[in-house]
């Protein structure tokens, strides 16, 4: 690997790599990126780039440049739970371990595994990621090295009536926040009159909302049948379970959000929706973005998830880590080899998309993150790459740190040899 430096220009920066992939059209070999400042002005062919820009040049050899990974469901506050917990009997069996780890931890270790978990999520080459905090008033203690949305985590099902309050007390915390959104837990965690209140922040602030949804075989039970383990240990707690023995959850979901299209939410899961729900989303115009963690499935033994079926109805659907109390890393390589393995037959460059462009679009950054294209943000990584196989089957099965990244025009980790900006 060499680098060459041309000290005359120092606003402009040329990145050459074997192979430029830009995710939405074929990759380039021999190819360069020109980044002026924070943004891409041009990416193609090297000989090309080099003759129309000048600038400091970058050779990052035998890789392949890549758009930054972008993880669109994510729990930082649990990166110190990595092998916490072993997989329970049931699903409320997990919220109860999870509670119990949660109730010995403090404000100190909370901004600690978060800091911990920005590590690692950057050490594996994600550029963005959509971080739900349950403690956003531990934002201001914390410097994210990458993009990040924010996510308020809000939970009321001890206390319903403060559901109003719960709401402005989370807005509050993140007045000083760049990308945030809010993040109604659950339809069994949070209130219908919460999931308003939320849907009225999103449309005064025009920002986005995520939740978990039908997750799991508990969750349906509770809401269709007013039964099951999580029907049982919910109502032992006092919520009020006069939602429950009538609709599925994805019903629920429909009714609590006032039937609206929904563009601005980024639901997480989905793995239980039964007939009744797909003539829901069939007759509907409803059209939300979609999460599916494949290693957090896995983890759970949750049902399928209906992959082919919401994609021929036209969802966008993105991969995420969601915590490692129910995963053991934040590598999105790692989730795109296990999503590969459930779903051998999806074209490697499809799988690329759901964490690039995909996520991209769900956070409404279609036209800046995601690729690489003239105007985008330069939010890129490099891995190794060789012309014997498909580059996209090449990144899928990339395991190691990314030892060459860049976020918002600025080199945060350099392979020894190669020139930093
Ligand atoms: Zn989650």
């Known amino acids: ?5 041309d000290r005359r220009y120092s606003s402009g920066m040329i990145i050459r790599a074997r192979t430029v992939v830009t995710a939405d059209r074929p990759p380039s070999e021999n190819g360069a990126i020109a980044v ?8 193609g062919n090297f000989h090309e780039i080099k003759a129309r820009y000048a600038g400091q040049v970058i050779d990052l050899g035998e890789q392949a440049l890549l758009p930054g990974l972008i993880n669109a469901h994510c729990h930082l506050d649990y990166t110190c739970l990595r092998g916490k917990i072993p997989p329970q009997k049931s699903f409320s069996d997990w919220i109860r371990a999870i509670n119990t780890e949660k109730a010995q931890l403090s404000a100190h270790d909370y901004i600690a595994s978060i800091n911990e978990g920005f590590a690692e999520a950057k050490r594996f080459g994600t550029t963005t990621i959509a971080n739900l905090t349950a403690f ?7 410097h994210a090295p990458i993009r990040t949305w924010w996510f308020a985590e809000l939970i009321d099902v001890r206390a319903p009536e403060g559901a109003n309050e719960l709401v402005d007390s989370a807005l509050e915390a993140l007045d000083q926040t760049e990308n945030w959104g809010l993040a109604p837990h659950a339809l069994f965690t949070a209130s219908e009159n919460l999931y308003r209140r939320c849907e009225e922040i999103a449309h005064r602030e025009n920002i986005l909302l995520t939740t978990h949804l039908a997750e799991s075989r508990e969750e349906m039970q509770m809401f269709r049948d007013a039964a099951g383990p999580l029907y049982e240990f919910l109502r032992h707690i006092r919520r009020p379970m006069d939602d429950c023995g009538n609709k599925t959850p994805l019903g629920v979901f429909v009714r609590a959000s006032g039937d609206r299209a929904l563009p601005h939410w980024i639901v997480a899961h989905l793995n239980e929706l039964n007939e009744t729900d797909f003539e829901l989303l ?4 409803l059209k939300f973005h979609i999460v599916h963690c494949p290693r957090s499935r896995d983890y759970f033994c949750h049902s399928h998830f209906p992959l082919e079926r919401l994609r021929a109805l036209g969802f966008n659907i993105c991969l995420g880590t969601d915590s490692l109390a129910s995963n053991d890393s934040l590598s999105l390589f790692d989730e795109m080899r296990a999503f590969q393995k459930t779903f051998p037959s999806a074209p490697p460059q499809e799988t690329f998309r759901m964490v690039t462009v995909n996520p991209a679009r769900a956070l409404r950054q279609e036209n800046e ?8 943000k330069a939010d890129m990584i490099a891995v190794p790459c060789s012309g014997s196989a498909d580059v996209f089957e090449q990144i899928i099965a990339f395991d190691a740190p990314v030892a060459w990244m860049m976020v918002n ?3 945060i980790a350099s392979v020894p040899g190669s020139a930093g900006c």
């Open 282 to 285: 069939e007759k509907s115009a």
């Open 136 to 142: 956003p008033k531990l934002i201001p203690h914390i």
């Open 369 to 376: 993150l995601g690729g690489i294209r003239p105007g985008f």
């Open 409 to 411: 025009g600025s080199v």
């Open 1 to 5: 690997m060499t680098a060459v430096t």
């Open 36 to 43: 002026c400042g924070n943004q891409i002005v041009e990416a």
